[in-house]
């Protein structure tokens, strides 16, 4: 396995036309610090035109790792577009738009969607799938439970939000950013677990250097995730232990959301002297 190198995952903000695609991926990009996150590209022009913004999330044995957020073009003049862009992703979510006059069309999308995963035979069970509810604040209260029963799916988390106010949409981008991370981590243990099993006898080449150990235990960085103002929403659950790593000493922090109680990982490194 390889120390340097790079893991590129891809998060898909999928929905319908004006469901708030593209205020997610603006605000993320508004609220993450510039270390932690590229520049946000626009790619084509309208109706076709979507976003695409690179978010660092540090290094995973060794990798340095990266999510790219799309916010996928939802109107009717760019399905194939969406069809390419949604094929391959790591994770999605799913933008309901729950203003009533848009129930029809967020049903719509959630069908195409199903539909151009089956058409690369994947699936909306396989995925990893966190809904969030947006348009909250032109909605009445029952909104989300009306919308959530048409839905009849079991996402791995769902959220409500403003994402042109920022509300719900960190936490939202900080649970499908974990579910990606966690099977990227396990896709890298499964690789690392074939590359340790013996080769067939055969002289190792001159130039070949035995493969570095796997740093153990592999630790997730967060920071990009937690930097952001929502932390404050945040409390710790744990801490330690502190690992001292030349003169930098490395503390592991588990924080969790008051509100939602999602879990992040994060490390905070001193250096000494
Ligand atoms: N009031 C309110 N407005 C929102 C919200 N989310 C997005 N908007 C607004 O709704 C409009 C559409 O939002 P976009 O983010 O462009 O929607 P989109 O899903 O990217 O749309 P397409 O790219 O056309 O598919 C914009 O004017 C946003 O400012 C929200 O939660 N509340
Ligand atoms: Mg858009």
Request: hydrophobic fraction near 40%; proline fraction near 6%; aromatic fraction near 4%.
């Amino acid at each position: 396995m390889q120390t340097t190198g790079e893991i590129q995952a891809k998060l898909v903000y999928y929905g319908a036309a004006e469901s708030g695609k593209t205020a997610n991926v603006q605000c993320i990009h508004r609220k993450l610090k510039r270390d932690h996150r590229g520049e946000l590209r626009v790619e084509g022009v309208p109706p076709t035109a979507y976003e695409m913004l690179p978010v660092q999330l540090g290094q995973i044995r060794g990798f340095t790792t990266s999510i790219h957020v799309y916010a996928a073009p939802g109107s009717p003049e760019a399905a194939e577009l969406r069809r390419k862009i949604v094929a391959d992703a790591d994770g999605v979510v799913f933008v309901a738009d729950l203003r009533p006059d848009r129930y029809a069309a967020t049903l719509e999308s959630l069908k195409e969607l199903q539909s151009n995963l089956r058409a690369h035979g994947r699936s909306l069970r396989e995925i990893l799938l966190v809904i969030q509810y947006n348009h909250r604040d032109e909605a009445d209260e029952n909104a989300v439970e009306r919308l959530h029963r048409s839905i009849k799916l079991k996402p791995a988390a769902s959220f409500e939000a403003v994402a042109t106010d920022g509300t719900g949409v960190l936490p939202c981008l900080t649970t499908i950013s974990k579910l990606i991370l966690a099977d990227l981590r396990k896709r890298a243990d499964e690789e690392a677990a074939a590359h340790d099993e013996p080769e067939p006898a055969s002289e190792p080449r001159a130039t070949e250097k035995p493969a570095p150990a796997v740093p153990a235990p592999t630790r997730i960085e967060m920071q990009a995730l937690t930097s952001l103002d929502d932390q404050k929403n945040f409390s710790v659950q744990s801490a330690g232990p502190a690992k001292a790593m030349g003169n930098e000493i490395e503390l592991p922090i588990r924080l969790v959301h008051q509100r939602t109680g999602d879990e992040v990982e994060l490390s905070i490194r001193f250096s000494i002297g």
